[in-house]
């Protein structure tokens, strides 16, 4: 067999493992969607969906690029339907219902950790300790899709990001009140924290609230 065949043979075998590999991930669960444009070596392209909770796409895409030789750090980085799931707790059933209408930005309370923000975390039990630390109790737990392709996360679980913004954790200060603002004049949408109450992470929307939420569906909370 000549060597231009071995080649040849070698890029398909390739170019299956890899599309293998993304299958694999694709059916082992399904809470973020992301769609990435793959180029080797040679120049040929092609396109896979992940399904991956949590995102771990470098951890993919390197071991993809490492082993079979395609350029993971030239992605595309294009999103398609990506979303997250969300939850916000309420009080009351009125708030409720106006979560249900839409965001207000004037029931927003500028005194919250970044300051005015519409506060959910990817775990509904976080959001029953936070609302209990702050001495309320919920009545309503709302889930969220959170269209994850038209945020611009600020996120706060990467410890040189956080160290970078000067936010530490602990108690509610000005200095944390003031890094929501700052983060919005600096264009993002969206704070990712990890819980100071519970094991979730929590996803603080400061703008754009129906373009990134779309409300699935709300139960009274146990």
């Known amino acids: ?33 992301h769609a990435f444009t793959l180029k080797n070596a040679s120049g040929d392209f ?15 895409t390197e071991s993809i690029g490492e082993n079979w030789g395609y350029d993971y750090e030239s992605m595309s980085g294009c999103l398609l339907a990506t979303k997250k799931t969300v939850y916000h707790t309420v009080t009351n059933p009125g708030a409720g219902q106006g979560v249900l209408n839409g965001v207000d930005p004037k029931f927003l309370n500028p005194d919250s950790r970044f300051g005015k923000a519409f506060y959910m975390s990817d ?10 630390h702050h ?15 038209k945020a611009n996360v600020l996120d706060f679980t990467d410890p ?41 992470t929590n996803y603080n929307v400061l703008t754009d609230f129906d373009n990134l939420l779309t409300p699935q569906m709300i139960v009274p909370t146990p």
């Not at 001495?135 to 392709?149: Q, W």
């Open 1 to 33: 067999m000549s060597t231009s065949m071995l080649l040849s043979v070698k890029k398909v075998f390739q170019s299956l493992v890899a599309f293998l590999i993304l299958f694999v991930a694709c059916m082992c669960a399904a809470t973020e969607t």
């Open 160 to 200: 040189s990001i956080a160290k970078a913004w000067g936010y530490t954790g602990g108690s509610i200060t000005d200095a944390t009140k003031a890094i929501g603002p700052n983060a919005i004049d600096a264009g993002f949408n969206v704070i990712k924290v990890p819980s100071l109450r519970g094991s979730g």
């Open 123 to 132: 775990d509904a039990g976080t959001t029953l300790s936070e609302l209990a």
């Open 46 to 60: 092609f396109s896979a969906a992940l399904d991956l909770a949590p995102y771990n796409g470098p951890s993919v």
């Open 135 to 149: 001495g309320a109790t919920g009545s309503h737990t709302i889930r969220f899709d959170l269209n994850l392709g």
